[in-house]
């Protein structure tokens, strides 16, 4: 069956970064791509971007332009996203899904607690 | 970007109720070369990940309750639970895939009267 599984907590410092990967099994990895949603404690979901699994091809969220960078590894069916200069306002779950070539999202991760705190 | 907003934000229906929610787009998620909405149902249970529902804006993913039901087009959707159960206890979200960035609704709580 499709899985999607993500490391696991973290608490970082404001300004430092952190990478959150996403395992994926069940499928070819190449034919779906992999968008990245987050929520903050007791918030709606928010759509931080997305990579082609094929072609390593991004489009991010404008508001975290600069700050966020998506990447695939291939060879072990792995996403990871990074999100840079930390503030306490991306303390959240950050979720990977599997994207089909139709845009729809069909799976998704377990989530991470990502907390940011001095 | 396009702006998804549901009604009501919560409510609370009787067991075995009809619960309705609605998702308005601030424009049309049709696609008119091949005629389809693109347009999601979410439900996330607390601690849980969201779940897939409904997709192409009336279509139910495998495994997916019937009592479930998905209408609309254009720019108006609706979510519908024939007869609500316990485990239907959830926030649902309406989803745009018609482009990015993707936008989801800011959320409908469903509890129990």
């Known amino acids: 069956q499709v899985q999607l599984v993500q490391s696991g907590p973290e608490v970082k410092k404001p300004g430092a970064s952190v990478k959150v990967s996403c395992k994926a099994s069940?499928?070819?990895?190449?034919?779906?791509?992999i968008s990245w949603v987050r929520q903050a404690p007791g918030q709606g979901l928010e759509w931080m971007g997305w990579?082609?699994?094929?072609?390593?091809?991004?489009h991010y969220a404008e508001n975290l332009l600069g700050r966020v960078t998506m990447t695939t590894d291939t060879s072990t069916s792995t996403a990871y996203m990074e999100l840079r200069s930390l503030r306490s306002d991306d303390t959240a779950v950050y979720y990977c899904?599997?994207?089909?070539?139709?845009?729809?999202?069909?799976?998704w991760g377990q989530g991470t607690l990502v907390t940011v705190s001095s | 970007d396009i702006v998804m907003t549901q009604s009501p934000d919560s409510l609370a229906v009787s067991l075995g109720e009809r619960a309705t929610i609605n998702c308005k787009s601030s424009?049309?998620?049709?696609?008119?070369?091949?005629?389809?909405?693109?347009l999601a149902w979410y439900q996330q249970k607390p601690g849980q990940p969201p779940k897939l529902l409904i997709y192409?804006?009336?279509i139910r993913e495998s495994g997916v309750p019937d009592r479930f039901s998905g209408s609309g087009s254009g720019t108006d959707f609706t979510l519908t639970i024939s007869s609500l159960q316990a485990e239907d206890v959830a926030v649902y979200y309406c989803?745009?895939?018609?482009?990015?960035?993707?936008?989801f609704g800011q959320g409908t709580k469903v509890e129990i009267k």
């Open positions: 899904a599997r994207e089909s070539v139709a845009a729809l999202i069909d799976c």
């Open positions: 069940g499928y070819t990895f190449t034919s779906y791509g």
């Open positions: 990579i082609n699994g094929y072609n390593g091809n991004t």
């Open positions: 424009r049309s998620v049709l696609y008119s070369s091949n005629n389809k909405n693109y």
């Open positions: 192409w804006a009336s």
């Open positions: 989803q745009q895939y018609f482009t990015t960035p993707r936008t």
